[in-house]
C-alpha cells in the first residue's frame, strides 16, 4: 500500500474550507479522473473513476468526521482499496491549511505502473491545488455539519 500526503493552504476561513470539501458530490470539479460522487447517505459514497482509461467504481464508507476538523474514510466495496483523511487546521481567521492523507492499493497493472513513477502523487498534489481554487473562486456552497464517530464491535463480539 502507498501513502500520499499532501497540503495546501487556502485563502477561506476553516468553516468555508471544510464545508465546501464535504460536498462530496462537486468532487468531479476539482479532482482529476473522478467522474461521478453519488452520496448515498450521511455516511456512505459511491464512486466512478477513469485513471489511465481503466474505469472503476466503488464504495466508500466515512469513519470518522468531525466539523471543522477532520473526514476520514475507508473504501468498502468495489475494486479500489483505499483509506484515507482530510484535515483541516485554521491558520488565522482567513486561511486554512488542509492535508490529505491517503493510503492507496494500486490494483491493475496500470495503476501499479503509475504508482511506481510518483503519478498518484502527482495527481493528489494537483487535485489539492484544483480544490484550492475551486473554494477560494467560491465554489458550491452548502455544508453539512452532522457527527460521524468511529463504529467499535460491542465487547466480546
Do not use: C
Not at 473526514?71 to 482530510?86: A, D, I, K, N
Not at 491549511?97 to 496500470?110: C, I
Request: aromatic letters at 8%.
Amino acid at each position: 500500500m502507498s501513502t500520499v500526503k499532501e497540503t495546501v493552504d487556502v485563502n477561506v476561513p476553516v468553516r468555508r474550507a471544510y464545508d465546501q470539501w464535504t460536498q462530496f458530490e462537486e468532487f468531479p470539479r476539482f479532482m482529476e479522473g473522478v467522474e461521478e460522487v453519488t452520496q448515498l447517505d450521511d455516511r456512505h459514497n459511491h464512486w466512478t473513476t477513469k485513471i489511465a482509461g481503466v474505469k472503476r467504481e466503488f464504495d466508500t464508507e466515512i469513519v470518522d468526521q468531525l466539523v471543522d476538523d477532520r473526514v476520514t474514510w475507508r473504501t468498502v466495496g468495489g475494486e479500489t482499496q483505499q483509506r484515507g483523511s482530510v484535515r483541516f487546521e485554521p491558520l488565522d481567521d482567513t486561511h486554512t491549511r488542509v492535508e490529505l492523507t491517503m493510503d492507496v492499493e494500486p490494483t491493475g497493472m496500470a495503476e501499479k505502473g503509475a504508482d511506481a513513477v510518483g503519478v498518484i502523487d502527482r495527481r493528489v498534489k494537483g487535485d489539492l491545488h484544483r480544490f484550492k481554487e475551486y473554494v477560494e473562486n467560491g465554489g458550491s456552497g452548502g455544508s453539512w455539519h452532522g457527527r460521524i464517530r468511529p463504529e467499535y464491535p460491542a465487547a466480546g463480539h
